[in-house]
């Protein structure tokens, strides 16, 4: 091939890729809208979005991955946040949220602006926005299904819900009372919330025992195990089936529990590296990579078998987690077309 023929031929090809294929995103900005930090998921969620960012500024990836986290769980806050991160001019905006529906014209704001929007965990309803889930109303009636197979009697539950008025917290509640629904040989005799925090559920647990019945099991939604398992041995009333969240305290009272008189149970939560997960897809949207903007992954849980192997690699006062890479952002994305 001659020098005009390829000159000619690289130009064609320039031409047939994508111009989005060739964007760069190391002068781009992104920054994290989180709406709460009190408890270890909270934690565990910031430490990895610090982690894989920080690792992704320093190879040039981005030009910054900012977290900010709001003092109070408020939507109005959050919303004057996400109003100010349009301000200091954020190429994307990866938002928990502590509205679906409340930080929508914030949310719009920022598209408008230009400002790509991904949330997670905690997501928004606003369709200019992106969205990473689970399907947290099965991972509620996943926790009946399996209480289902170990008590086909059924029984009493108590309940323990997370933080009040969020999302996340009335879709696994939905699930579990849509599990109860399909299994009537179970009665949610107790509620209480326990803001996904082992004291907080300890002191809710503890103030509500006395006026319930026998309890055969504890439906939980992360962050509660322990600190029910406490409250009851406070009490001095048998410990029913406490349905864990993966923190790294519940698993290792299982264990304890396990090796001493064969105690049974499961565990299931979100994986806190979620986080990570939102800022690969905000930095491939800002790449100009064609994303849906629904995308769903998986819950994590550990059961009676992969207890030890789990909790072994679980931090001390941690969550069991998984932390995504750019190339499982591509595949999420890839297996959601």
Not at 95 to 113: F, H, Q
Not at 139 to 155: D, F, H, Q, T, W
Not at 186 to 213: C, E, M, N, T, Y
Request: aromatic letters at 6%.
């Amino acid at each position: 091939m001659n020098i005009r023929k390829m000159l000619l031929a690289s130009v064609a090809i320039a031409w047939a890729v994508p111009a989005g294929a060739l964007a760069d995103t190391s002068d781009k900005k992104i920054a994290l809208s989180n709406n709460y930090a009190g408890n270890s998921w909270r934690q565990a969620m910031l430490t990895s979005w610090e982690k894989v960012t920080g690792e992704a500024v320093k190879a040039g990836i981005v030009a910054a991955a900012d977290a900010f986290t709001t003092a109070e769980n408020q939507a109005t806050e959050q919303a004057a946040q996400i109003q100010n991160m349009i301000l200091q001019g954020y190429d994307a905006i990866v938002i928990n949220a502590a509205s679906p529906t409340a930080l929508n014209g914030a949310v719009k704001e920022a598209c408008d602006a230009g400002i790509t929007v991904v949330s997670f965990d905690g997501i928004v309803t606003e369709p200019c926005a992106w969205r990473i889930a689970v399907d947290f109303k099965e991972m509620g009636r996943s926790e009946i299904e399996y209480l289902a197979k170990r008590l086909p009697e059924g029984g009493n539950l108590l309940e323990i819900r997370g933080l009040a008025g969020v999302f996340v917290d009335d879709a696994i509640s939905g699930g579990i009372h849509e599990g109860v629904a399909k299994h009537p040989q179970f009665k949610i005799v107790g509620s209480v919330h326990g803001d996904w925090a082992q004291d907080v559920a300890q002191r809710a647990v503890a103030g509500i025992l006395p006026s319930l019945p026998e309890i055969a099991a504890v439906v939980t939604q992360g962050g509660d195990g322990y600190g029910a398992a406490q409250a009851f041995a406070a009490a001095k009333r048998p410990t029913p089936i406490i349905i864990m969240g993966n923190r790294q305290d519940e698993l290792a009272w299982w264990k304890e529990q396990k090796d001493a008189n064969g105690y049974e149970t499961m565990s299931v939560s979100i994986a806190p590296g979620v986080s990570t997960l939102a800022f690969w897809v905000a930095q491939q949207i800002l790449d100009g990579k064609e994303v849906k903007k629904d995308l769903v992954v998986p819950f994590l849980r550990i059961d009676q078998d992969n207890l030890e192997a789990n909790l072994e690699k679980t931090p001390q006062g941690g969550v069991a987690n998984v932390e995504y890479t750019l190339e499982d952002a591509q595949k999420v994305i890839e297996s959601a077309k």
